[in-house]
T-cell receptor, first 116, second 114 residues
Framework: DQQVKQNSPSLSVQEGRISILNCDYTNSMFDYFLWYKKYPAEGPTFLISISSIKDKNEDGRFTVFLNKSAKHLSLHIVPSQPGDSAVYFCAASRERMKTSYDKVIFGPGTSLSVIP | EAQVTQNPRYLITVTGKKLTVTCSQNMNHEYMSWYRQDPGLGLRQIYYSMNVEVTDKGDVPEGYKVSRKEKRNFPLILESPSPNQTSLYFC?????????????FGDGTRLSIL
């Protein structure tokens, strides 16, 4: 049973438009959520994160929104660029103790294609 | 350059032949982890380590072993590999144990077990 779900395996967006990638989770104990981007033949790279005490975090063109009641988060990319074409993974972790965290759960990923 | 280095990048081997995938990071990170990536399943955590001599199971630890004798190294050991362990493997590290610390990933090791 997947605790972190990304129900859209793929998404195509026109260059300059907004890309919205969605992620749902089932475990209300998750404290932190992170987004990673992955290009072919490379490892994932960290993009942006959000703590469960916030509902929004912004970094340049990237904004993550968290809706705790719906157990849903989304990544907005505005404006989308061809270089954003990659697989995006949503990940969640849970604080086990005050100074450490438990295992990290990744979603299956969404492949974003930004069309020039 | 700050990096996580995995070796080998590619390996084809046969069932039952013990193998080790090495992982090394040069960032003095405390937390290290191994993942496997399979189609439709994303990244699944195999084992993680919060510090030297401290390791714990992730979601899919069966058939794997790890050790953390030095802070920089975190090898993944397959004592008796089987075809269902054919996958793309990633090693990752993060600076501290604080929740939400982003991880730095290696470029992956593609294992094929015949």
């Amino acid at each position: 049973d997947q605790q972190v779900k990304q129900n859209s395996p793929s998404l195509s967006v026109q260059e300059g438009r907004i890309s919205i990638l969605n992620c749902d989770y089932t475990n209300s104990m998750f404290d932190y959520f992170l987004w990673y981007k992955k290009y072919p033949a490379e490892g994932p790279t960290f993009l942006i994160s959000i703590s469960s005490i916030k509902d929004k975090n912004e970094d340049g063109r990237f904004t993550v929104f968290l809706n705790k009641s719906a157990k849903h988060l989304s990544l907005h990319i505005v404006p989308s660029q061809p270089g954003d074409s990659a697989v995006y993974f949503c990940a969640a972790s849970r604080e086990r103790m005050k100074t450490s965290y438990d295992k990290v759960i990744f979603g299956p990923g969404t492949s974003l294609s930004v069309i020039p | 350059e700050a990096q996580v280095t995995q070796n080998p990048r590619y390996l084809i081997t046969v069932t039952g032949k013990k193998l080790t995938v090495t992982c090394s990071q040069n960032m003095n990170h405390e937390y290290m982890s191994w993942y496997r990536q399979d189609p439709g399943l994303g990244l699944r955590q195999i084992y993680y380590s919060m510090n030297v001599e401290v390791t714990d199971k992730g979601d899919v630890p069966e058939g794997y072993k790890v050790s953390r004798k030095e802070k920089r190294n975190f090898p993944l050991i397959l004592e008796s590999p089987s075809p269902n362990q054919t996958s793309l493997y990633f090693c990752a590290s993060s600076l501290g144990r604080a929740p939400g610390q982003p991880q730095h990933f290696g470029d992956g090791t593609r294992l094929s077990i015949l």
